[in-house]
């Protein structure tokens, strides 16, 4: 077969299976299970998966709720990003756990292209591979699965994430971030009767807090520094011998960064050295690299999309300026990525985070967008198969 007759038996086997990942799709949904808590969902993958005939890894890489599925063997080995943590703080009383940023989505297109891919496989070489990483919204699980090297052996990486809107981006950038915790400590002391005694430590954290806003107006335009304080002391009439404060520091550049993280811890240290507090400094997550968007998959992906349906004019192919991070940054730094913001064509234009845009990340407007994200994942994957040569020019 060609590679359009390989592409036109995808988008067959495609329409032919949409029930089976809508399905996928919903029932994550349903599991709404938070970062590293993934329980639930990384079985019901894994038991997916095994149904396929893929090998499944469940716990992978020392992470119990991380997943590596394979099929078929040797080059190239084509991977699909898959995510399935969800966010709290929603319903009625803001008790509730919901996917406001569509990793169900993420998980069903994901398992979608593969199972796509898997019923095709006697058509081409190399290997299908499902990746789930847990804690997109916390931690980063893809920043410890890097670590451990599981993309060490992988050719190119494919993710399509939902939004808001009716535009499809395919000009993807991110901050870069470390996630900074100052612990200072100092002297309780009885603050009216002998403050002379004491050693503030929240005072500690709020002269960081101002050596940092004196920062600002040397730090570049992408540069975002911004914390809270966590611990602060027990009573009025107490000083406050311990204090506890943390940062989110982010840039375009990770170089830049790094730089820039040095700074604020200088600010910290200045604190401590002023007030006599001791300090200790810790990352309290994982520190997230700027994506990078591989210029040769993009234009695949491009392609791609208008086959998969997606219109010419509801697709921004433009470099955007960077509004968030995420720990794909890490794993665009190891291997050639390719990530799409995918729209859901909500007539709302609510976006990802958003209680209203909850309903959109399944239903008929996320089975719409589903069904083009598995074609086009798979439509880029039959790509790299079909010709390996492009695998050279990633």
Do not use: W
Not at 68 to 89: N, Q, S, T, V
Not at 187 to 215: C, Q, S, W
Not at 298 to 320: C, F, H, I, W
């Amino acid at each position: 077969m060609n590679i359009e007759q390989l592409k036109e038996l995808a988008r067959r086997i495609a329409d032919e299976n949409a029930a089976d990942f809508q399905n996928v799709n919903q029932t994550i949904y349903d599991f709404a299970e938070l970062g590293n808590q993934e329980y639930k969902s990384t079985a019901f993958l894994a038991e997916k998966l095994k149904e396929l005939g893929f090998s499944v890894q469940l716990p992978y890489a020392g992470i119990d709720t991380a997943i590596r599925a394979e099929y078929g063997r040797g080059k190239p080995k084509i991977a699909f990003m898959a995510e399935y943590d969800a966010l709290p703080g929603y319903g009625p009383d803001k008790n509730q756990n919901g996917h406001a940023c569509g990793h169900n989505f993420i998980a069903a297109n994901c398992y979608g292209a593969c199972a796509v891919l898997a019923k095709m496989k006697e058509h081409f070489d190399g290997t299908i591979v499902f990746i789930g990483a847990p804690a997109e919204e916390t931690t980063g699980g893809k920043v410890d699965l890097v670590k451990a090297g599981a993309f060490d052996d992988i050719d190119a990486v494919i993710q399509i994430h939902i939004k808001g809107g009716e535009i499809t981006e395919l000009g993807n950038t991110t901050l870069a971030i470390d996630s900074v915790e100052f612990s200072f400590e100092g002297v309780a002391a009885h603050a009216a009767a002998f403050p002379e005694r004491g050693v503030n430590a929240l005072d500690a954290a709020y002269l960081t807090f101002n050596g940092i806003n004196a920062l600002r107006q040397h730090v570049t335009p992408d540069a975002r520094i911004h914390g809270i304080i966590t611990e602060g002391g027990v009573a009025a009439n107490i000083t406050p011998n311990h204090a506890v404060a943390q940062f989110y520091v982010r840039a375009a550049d990770r170089e830049y960064l790094n730089t820039l993280t040095q700074k604020v811890i200088n600010c910290a240290k200045g604190a401590e050295l002023m007030t006599g507090a001791k300090l200790t400094v810790r990352y309290f997550e994982n520190s997230f690299d700027n994506f990078l968007q591989n210029p040769v998959l993009k234009d695949l992906m491009e392609q791609n999309l208008y086959l998969a349906g997606e219109s010419r004019e509801n697709v921004d192919t433009r470099p955007l300026p960077p509004n968030g991070s995420s720990d794909i940054g890490n794993v665009s730094h190891v291997v050639p990525t390719v990530y799409v913001s995918m729209a859901a064509h909500n007539p709302d234009n609510s976006d990802c985070h958003e209680e209203a845009f909850l309903p959109y990340c399944t239903g008929s407007y996320g089975f719409a967008a589903l069904d083009k994200a598995v074609k086009a994942q798979a439509f880029t994957a039959l790509d790299l198969f079909a010709d390996p040569q492009i695998i050279e020019k990633l």
